[in-house]
Structure formats: structure tokens, C-alpha cells
């Protein structure tokens, strides 16, 4: 079956330039997050959608990143004016059930975008 | 606040020996507890789970018991193959109702032939 796909799977952008990261979940998948994965360090927390509600932006670095999930499926993590230190890779997991019935569902992780900012 | 803390790579083993990967957590309350494997070019998996203090957790060979006194998840697996050649995550999620995962920074192993 589908899993969680990401789009593009690299991209390069120049300091300065805006980036739109694509989040295609598993269908019928409540739960959407966002992770950041410095090189060499594990993943670190995002954000958290709820179908369409971003109930959690606590993690986003600055108010240059924004994530949206319009109509509770697909999500896009849109980040303005790259800076060199945004150079990560993204990654996007989803999970069936929504928060506090999620309880130690499993969080089912695409393969991320590696975003360069040159 | 949370954090994990796990053995630093890479580690480089022969096909069919011992492993153990490292993982120590600081968490309050009773947190659950993940290792994630990620294959080249594939997303991450979740390879077990313990959700309370003395539970084993183990997939495809590989074990982790969640040991509250020593607040510690160690991998372990007794005959590694090549196909195991992967990253490893320790990661922790604070109790129910959490969604948020810390992980550590992975682990890199080898397994040569």
C-alpha cells in the first residue's frame, strides 16, 4: 500500500529564495507532523496537524516557517527567505488517530526532503 | 526537559555477530520508548516499542527492555546480517497522549560479510 510520500526529494535553494515542501500522508491519516533533521542529529519535532488544525507550531524555528493542511490530507511546509542554517532535511509522518487517542500509535515516516540552501 | 542520549557511530560488525546500541534517556513522568531504523534512501521505520518500565520490546531479532532504574533502552540482537546496515534512532514520547518524539542523533551501523 501507499505510504507516506514527500516531494520534491531534494531541493536547492539560494539564500534568500522561498521553498514549498510536500507532505502526501496516508489516506485517511488524522495525524500529520513535521520533523527537522539537522545533519548527523535525529529529527526534531515541527509541528502537528490535527486533520486541517495546526494544533502545535511550538517547534518551528522562526516565523519564516509556515505549514498548512487546507483540507485535512495533503500539507505543505513553506519556508520564506532561506537562510544557510535551514539547510536540513524534512521529514513529514502521519499517524491514524488524533491527539489523546493517539496514545503509542505509531508514527508512519516518508523519506523526507533534503533542502541545500547555498 | 526530554532528551536521549545514544552511543555515537559508526559501529562497523561482521556478519552474525553481537550488537548492542546504547540508548539512556532523561524524561519526567513515565515516558514510552522507540527505536526507529532507517534504510538507505527510505523513510524512518519504527522497529519496537515498550510503553512501562520492565517491557521487551523486539522485532525481526532485534530486543529492547525499558529499564526504569538505569533509565535506559539498549539494542541489543544476537547475530547481525548485512541487510541490517542501517541508521538507528533511540526515541522517547512523554505518556499517553504525547505525540511529540525526541530522538537521539542515531546511530550508523555496518555489517560487512
Known amino acids: 500500500g501507499a505510504g507516506v510520500s514527500q516531494s520534491p526529494r531534494y531541493k536547492v535553494a539560494k539564500r534568500g529564495q522561498d521553498v514549498a515542501l510536500r507532505c502526501d500522508p496516508i489516506?485517511?491519516?488524522?495525524?500529520l507532523f513535521w520533523y527537522q533533521q539537522a545533519l548527523g542529529q535525529g529529527p526534531e519535532f515541527l509541528t502537528y496537524?490535527?486533520?486541517?488544525?495546526?494544533?502545535?507550531k511550538s517547534g518551528l524555528p522562526s516565523d519564516r516557517f509556515f505549514a498548512e493542511r487546507p483540507e485535512g490530507s495533503v500539507s505543505t511546509l513553506k519556508i520564506q527567505r532561506t537562510q544557510q542554517e535551514d539547510s536540513a532535511v524534512y521529514l513529514c509522518?502521519?499517524?491514524?488517530?488524533?491527539?489523546?487517542?493517539?496514545?503509542?500509535?505509531?508514527?508512519?515516516f516518508g523519506p523526507g526532503t533534503r533542502l541545500t540552501v547555498t | 526537559g526530554n532528551s536521549v542520549t545514544q552511543m555515537e557511530g559508526p559501529v562497523t560488525l561482521s556478519e552474525e555477530a553481537f550488537l548492542t546500541i546504547n540508548c539512556t534517556y532523561t524524561?519526567?513522568?513515565?515516558?514510552?520508548l522507540f527505536w526507529y531504523v532507517q534504510y538507505p534512501g527510505e523513510g524512518l521505520q519504527l522497529l519496537l516499542k515498550?510503553?512501562?518500565?520492565?517491557d521487551k520490546g523486539s522485532n525481526k531479532g532485534f530486543e529492547a527492555t525499558y529499564r526504569k532504574e538505569t533509565t535506559s533502552f539498549h539494542l541489543e540482537k544476537g547475530s547481525v546480517q548485512v541487510s541490517d546496515s542501517a541508521v538507528y534512532f533511540c526515541?522517547?514520547?512523554?505518556?499517553?497522549?504525547?505525540?511529540?518524539?525526541?530522538f537521539g542523533k542515531g546511530t550508523k551501523l555496518s555489517v560487512i560479510p
Open positions: 509522518a502521519s499517524s491514524p488517530k488524533p491527539l489523546g487517542l493517539a496514545g503509542e500509535d505509531e508514527q508512519y
Open positions: 515498550a510503553t512501562k518500565a520492565d
Open positions: 489516506s485517511g491519516h488524522v495525524s
Open positions: 526515541a522517547l514520547k512523554r505518556g499517553a497522549g504525547s505525540y511529540q518524539l525526541t
Open positions: 496537524f490535527q486533520n486541517e488544525a495546526q494544533l502545535d
Open positions: 524524561a519526567t513522568g513515565y515516558p514510552s
